[in-house]
Nanobody
Framework: QVQLVESGGGLVQAGGSLRLSCAAS????????MGWFRQAPGKEREFVAA????????YYADSVKGRFTISRDNAKNTVYLQMNSLKPEDTAVYFC????????????????WGQGTQVTVSS
């Protein structure tokens, strides 16, 4: 069992930056693929970024590539999402999730989810 708690969301102007954190409980954090997803009002939850258990492999949605960076610190049981050059269309609730399976992009393959943190980007 893994419990996830996100933090770091807030209100920022377009072009600004935010860093989201996701703290995980449990001793097996380093064995999970970790991902960030987001859900805007009236839209489906979508993939944003994912990182392998080792941190060596990372994956991004085209919409955030070059602006967002996912990283993890297995010693601290924490995964991060650095978001730069934010746009109003990045406004959403951001969720972190953990997967014990091999699919980085499919939210159905992620077993554990945090409660989400709101990110609002004003124009």
């Amino acid at each position: 069992q893994v419990q996830l708690v996100e933090s770091g969301g807030g209100l920022v102007q377009a072009g600004g930056s935010l860093r989201l954190s996701c703290a995980a409980s449990g001793r097996t954090f380093s064995s999970y693929i970790m991902g960030w997803f987001r859900q805007a009002p009236g839209k489906e939850r979508e993939f944003v970024a994912a990182i392998s258990w080792s941190g060596f492999s990372t994956y991004y949605a085209d919409s955030v590539k070059g602006r967002f960076t996912i990283s993890r610190d297995n010693a601290k049981n924490t995964v991060y999402l650095q978001m730069n050059s934010l746009k109003p269309e990045d406004t959403a609730v951001y969720f972190c999730a953990a997967s014990s399976r091999g699919d980085y992009f499919n939210l159905a393959e992620f077993d554990y989810w945090g409660q989400g943190t709101q990110v609002t980007v004003s124009s």
